[in-house]
C-alpha cells in the first residue's frame, strides 16, 4: 500500500466531450487563468498542486482543479503524496483551436 | 423630443480595450451565447432587444446586454422606440482571432 492509496484517482474528461461553454467557462476565472498560465510555461507532470501562485486555500485550489480537468485542460496523477499536473494542450488545441493561444499570449489589456 | 430622448444612450466599450478574461466570462453563459449567435444570424441592426428567444426577464435581458456591450461584443442604438443591435464581429475578430469562430460553429458537443 503506497502512501496516495486511499486516494481518490482525479476524474478526468476529454476535450473532445467538452461543450465550448464548459471551456470558456473555465477559463474566464481568474485563478484558473493563472494555473492554465503557469501550467503552459512549466515542463508537463513538473508542477505539484501545491505549486501555484494563488491566492486561494486548499479546498478552493480542489475545485478550481476539478474545473479544469472536467473542461478537458488538465491531467492529473499521483506521484507518491504529490499530486502532479499537466496542461492537456494539444488534446485541447484540436478541440478548441486557438483558444489556448487566446489565453496565454501577453494581453496588454490584462 | 423623439420617444427615446429621455432614454440613457448604452456605453460601450471598444474590444481593443476588453481584457481577455472578460471577453471569455461574457460568452461563457447560455442566455448570451444564444444572443451572440442569434446575432450572427441576423443582418446588422436587424434585431431589436425584445426579439431574442431567450428565457429570461427584461431586468436580467438588459444585465445580458450591458456585459456584452462592456466586452465589445454588441454594438447598440436607438431607433425610434426600439434599441436595436449588431454583433461587433470585425472588430471583436481582430482582437481575439478565433474566437466568435469557436462559439459559433456547430458544435457536437452543446
Redesign the interface.
Known sequence: MTAASHRTAPEHTHP???????A??A????VR?TLVRELASSPEWSRACGSFDVPVGKAALSHHFAVLRGAGLVEQRDQGPKRVNRLRRAEFDAR????L???LRP?R??
Open positions: 473532445d466531450a467538452v461543450p465550448v461553454l464548459t470558456l467557462a477559463l474566464a476565472d481568474p487563468l478548441f483551436p486557438g483558444l493561444e487566446l489565453v494581453d489589456c490584462d
